[in-house]
């Protein structure tokens, strides 16, 4: 018997609390979570198995010279169908078509609801 592989989520967060807290989140929605502090580390993963995810959470500010934005557009671009997430505590900046603003603080609700969307 052949078991399902998990959906797998990105998070992309230079702050390891709220790196933490998110992943936690999606996990408890039975997802698989590769975390990154940078768009850097995390374009490398999009490169390697990008087909493979179902979700991007990103900060728009990060470690390094990328941005979340700018991860989103990359994403989005190679990966349409993806569902991608752009957070920041400031107002939503311009994004790629498809992809969602979620304010901070966000709920952890609007979180798990997402994820769910994101699953089916």
Do not use: Y
């Not at 230079?14 to 975390?35: N, Y």
């Not at 959470?57 to 990966?79: Q, V, Y």
Request: one cysteine or more.
């Amino acid at each position: 018997m052949q078991t399902a592989q998990k959906a797998t989520a990105l998070v992309v967060e230079d702050d390891p609390e709220q790196r933490e807290l998110v992943s936690a989140l999606l996990e408890e929605c039975d997802m698989a979570v590769i975390q990154c502090e940078s768009a850097e580390s995390a374009e490398a993963v999009l490169e390697k198995i990008g087909g493979d995810l179902s979700i991007i959470f990103t900060d728009i500010s990060l470690a390094g010279e990328m941005s979340g934005t700018e991860l989103a557009e990359l994403a989005k671009s190679r990966f349409p169908g993806m569902t991608v997430i752009v957070t920041s505590g400031s107002d939503a900046p311009a994004l790629p078509a498809g992809a969602m603003f979620m304010q901070k603080p966000w709920r952890a609700l609007d979180i798990l609801r997402e994820a769910e969307r994101a699953l089916h």
